[in-house]
C-alpha cells in the first residue's frame, strides 16, 4: 500500500529556495519511480522530475534543469525536491507520485503513474 505524504511547499520571493519531501506512510520506496509534478492555476498538469528508487537515476523538466535537483534520502526513506533560484512560474501545486511498475521512456508521463500526494503549494513573488 503506498500513501504519499508531502510537507515543505510555502511562500518565497523570486531567487530563493524551497525543499519539498515526499515520504510513503515510513515504507521503502522499493523499485519505484517517484517523480514530483505541478500545476498552476488555469494550467495542466506538467512534470518537473523523477527518480527510479532502486538506481537513482534521475529526469527532469527542461524547464527545471539546473535550479531543481530531486534527491533520495534512504535513511528517511523520503524523495526530496530541491527547488534553488525559484521564479514566479514556478508558483503551482506540486505533487509527489509514485509509478510501482515503471515502464522506459514513461518517466514524464503523469499516466503512468498509479499514486499521488495531496499536493502542497509552492508560491514564489517577483
Known amino acids: 500500500q503506498v500513501q504519499l505524504v508531502e510537507s515543505g511547499g510555502g511562500l518565497v520571493q523570486a531567487g530563493g529556495s524551497l525543499r519539498l519531501s515526499c515520504a510513503n506512510s515510513?515504507?521503502?520506496?522499493?523499485?519505484?519511480?517517484v517523480g514530483w509534478f505541478r500545476q498552476a492555476p488555469g494550467k495542466e498538469r506538467e512534470f518537473v522530475a523523477s527518480?527510479?528508487?532502486?538506481?537513482?537515476?534521475?529526469y527532469y523538466a527542461d524547464s527545471v534543469k539546473g535550479r531543481f535537483t530531486i534527491l533520495r534520502d534512504s535513511a528517511q526513506n523520503t524523495v526530496d525536491l530541491q527547488m534553488n533560484n525559484l521564479r514566479p512560474d514556478d508558483t503551482a501545486v506540486y505533487y509527489c507520485?509514485?509509478?510501482?511498475?515503471?515502464?522506459?521512456?514513461?518517466?514524464?508521463?503523469?499516466?503512468?503513474?498509479?499514486?499521488w500526494g495531496q499536493g502542497t503549494q509552492v508560491t514564489v513573488s517577483s
Open positions: 515510513g515504507r521503502t520506496f522499493s523499485s519505484y519511480m
Open positions: 507520485a509514485v509509478d510501482v511498475d515503471p515502464r522506459p521512456n514513461r518517466e514524464t508521463e503523469g499516466k503512468e503513474y498509479d499514486f
Open positions: 527518480i527510479r528508487w532502486n538506481s537513482a537515476i534521475r
